[in-house]
């Protein structure tokens, strides 16, 4: 219903009919008998499908959603009304990945005598491969780093297939009330619905989030050369932060509609922007920023100009007459606790996790591993970025008209200061 609801009548009601219903059972029983065959989820196979072939029925009614069953990519978000896909065409299925990987591990080769004879002949086939979508795998481990091995997402450009999906989104949360809803009933199924749309559109964010310090990884044999780990072009990268600005980090009112607020009470979505921010802050995010800047200048968004550019779109210009509403007031705090967090890390519960500990017992692989963060530049960065936002608060605090943006700004001046004087207690 929330995904697909605008572009298929069928998944407009509580009461999916039997149709769709046993075809998305079909589905998900051919995932599970896909892990009883030994085959992994792969979640990179979604992003071999441009974005606007899953808008086209000829497109998906061959192929669904994703290359593979064995992908978490359930529903084609990306459809728009009059696209004229069938209600079949929105979910996944088996695809060429999994044709690939079935005739690799299961096909006899009678020439090979032994397991170690049957190297060749296999390598062979993943390295001179002639299909349409050649077979790309990427490990579960890199789900953080690699935007393009996601769960849940379609499409081969995060930001576009969102854009896609918000439209779609806009055009259910109106409809929610009157499609969960029958005479008799109380609003339980409107809020179980509301909390799942909330939770989608949190995960839509995540997807573009990843864009930013992302890495894009290809696994290789010796046959089939370098470049195993491309940093995601700078660009894209000040294009997700652009999008999350506009559709995140700005109230999107538009999810907190009178019809539903007015049976459900008071919804919170001011909780789903912090996390989108927290994400954003995240000291294994900032660490990519910082290695890809070492590894691949060239294509690298340099770690100081994103936190400056997030500085921008959080904070604006205090004392220039902007006046933050009480989400935006959050956010700023939340962007405080995130920096605080850097400049005085918790304990680590677990010696070697990133906060100046052990060596962790194993090797993580690149772009995974967690920082050294009392080594790293983290900490510096965001102790010049706290006293910027201190010297800001406290102009916006002398030149507030209004009680609660004063008392704000004075008390972000506090909580800096606290920050930045807990060292010296």
């Given at each position: 219903?929330?995904?697909?609801?605008?572009?298929?009548?069928?998944?407009?009601?509580?009461?999916?009919?039997?149709?769709?219903?046993?075809?998305?059972?079909?589905?998900v029983?051919?995932?599970?008998?896909?892990?009883?065959?030994?085959?992994?989820?792969?979640?990179?196979?979604?992003?071999?499908?441009?974005?606007?072939s899953?808008?086209?029925?000829?497109?998906?009614?061959?192929?669904?959603?994703?290359?593979?069953?064995?992908?978490?990519?359930?529903q084609?978000?990306?459809?728009?009304?009059?696209?004229?896909?069938?209600?079949?065409?929105?979910?996944?299925?088996?695809?060429?990945f999994?044709?690939?990987?079935?005739?690799?591990?299961?096909?006899?080769?009678?020439?090979?005598?032994t397991?170690?004879?049957?190297?060749?002949?296999?390598?062979?086939?993943?390295?001179?491969?002639?299909?349409?979508?050649p077979?790309?795998?990427?490990?579960?481990?890199?789900?953080?780093?690699d935007?393009?091995?996601?769960?849940?997402?379609?499409?081969?450009d995060?930001?576009?297939?969102?854009?896609?999906?918000?439209?779609?989104?806009?055009?259910?949360?109106?409809?929610?009330?009157?499609?969960?809803?029958?005479?008799?009933?109380?609003?339980?199924?409107?809020?179980?619905?509301?909390?799942?749309?909330?939770?989608?559109?949190?995960?839509?964010?995540?997807?573009?989030?990843?864009?930013?310090?992302?890495?894009?990884?290809?696994?290789?044999?010796?046959?089939?050369?370098?470049?195993?780990?491309?940093?995601?072009?700078?660009?894209?990268?000040?294009?997700?932060?652009?999008?999350?600005?506009?559709?995140?980090?700005?109230?999107?009112?538009?999810?907190?509609?009178?019809?539903?607020?007015?049976?459900?009470?008071?919804?919170?979505?001011?909780?789903?922007?912090?996390?989108?921010?927290?994400?954003?802050?995240?000291?294994?995010?900032?660490?990519?920023?910082?290695?890809?800047?070492?590894?691949?200048?060239?294509?690298?968004?340099?770690?100081?100009?994103?936190?400056?550019?997030?500085?921008?779109?959080?904070?604006a210009?205090?004392?220039?007459?902007?006046?933050?509403?009480?989400?935006?007031?959050?956010?700023?705090?939340?962007?405080?606790?995130?920096?605080?967090?850097?400049?005085?890390?918790?304990?680590?519960?677990?010696?070697?996790?990133?906060?100046?500990?052990?060596?962790?017992?194993?090797?993580?692989?690149?772009?995974?591993?967690?920082?050294?963060?009392?080594r790293?530049?983290?900490?510096?960065?965001?102790?010049?970025?706290?006293?910027?936002?201190?010297?800001?608060?406290?102009?916006?605090?002398?030149?507030?008209?209004?009680?609660?943006?004063?008392?704000?700004?004075?008390?972000?001046?506090?909580?800096?200061?606290?920050?930045?004087?807990?060292?010296?207690?």
């Open positions: 219903m929330i995904e697909t609801g605008a572009a298929n009548p069928m998944a407009r009601t509580l009461d999916i009919p039997e149709e769709l219903m046993g075809e998305t059972m079909r589905q029983i051919a995932h599970e008998i896909g892990h009883a065959l030994g085959l992994q989820h792969n979640m990179v196979a979604s992003s071999m499908f441009p974005v606007d899953l808008r086209s029925p000829t497109f998906t009614s061959k192929y669904g959603v994703s290359a593979t069953i064995m992908d978490y990519a359930r084609n978000y990306v459809a728009q009304p009059g696209d004229n896909l069938k209600p079949k065409d929105f979910i996944r299925r088996v695809g060429p999994d044709d690939f990987a079935i005739n690799w591990g299961y096909r006899t080769i009678p020439s090979a005598k397991a170690d004879d049957e190297r060749a002949t296999l390598n062979n086939w993943l390295v001179h491969q002639t299909g349409a979508m077979y790309r795998y990427v490990p579960q481990q890199y789900g953080g780093v935007p393009r091995s996601q769960t849940e997402d379609v499409g081969d995060p930001v576009k297939a969102t854009d896609y999906a918000l439209k779609n989104m806009r055009k259910v949360v109106p409809q929610l009330v009157s499609w969960t809803t029958r005479a008799g009933d109380d609003y339980a199924d409107l809020g179980e619905i509301y909390d799942e749309t909330l939770g989608m559109w949190g995960l839509y964010m995540g997807h573009v989030t990843t864009v930013i310090g992302g890495v894009n990884v290809d696994l290789k044999s010796s046959d089939q050369g370098a470049n195993v780990y491309r940093v995601v072009p700078k660009a894209k990268q000040k294009a997700a932060l652009a999008f999350l600005n506009a559709n995140a980090l700005t109230t999107p009112a538009w999810l907190a509609p009178t019809d539903i607020e007015s049976r459900l009470g008071p919804l919170n979505i001011g909780a789903r922007q912090a996390n989108v921010l927290t994400s954003l802050l995240g000291v294994p995010r900032l660490n990519r920023l910082a290695e890809s800047e070492q590894v691949d200048p060239a294509n690298a968004y340099p770690l100081a100009e994103f936190l400056a550019d997030l500085k921008t779109d959080v904070w210009t205090p004392g220039s007459g902007t006046v933050p509403d009480a989400n935006r007031r959050m956010l700023q705090r939340v962007y405080v606790e995130r920096l605080a967090a850097i400049v005085n890390p918790p304990a680590s519960p677990v010696a070697g996790a990133g906060f100046g500990g052990a060596p962790p017992q194993f090797t993580l692989p690149p772009f995974v591993a967690p920082p050294n963060l009392a790293s530049d983290l900490p510096a960065l965001a102790r010049a970025q706290l006293r910027q936002i201190r010297d800001d608060a406290r102009r916006g605090a002398s030149s507030a008209k209004n009680a609660t943006t004063r008392a704000h700004w004075l008390d972000i001046v506090d909580r800096v200061d606290d920050v930045l004087e807990a060292k010296r207690r």
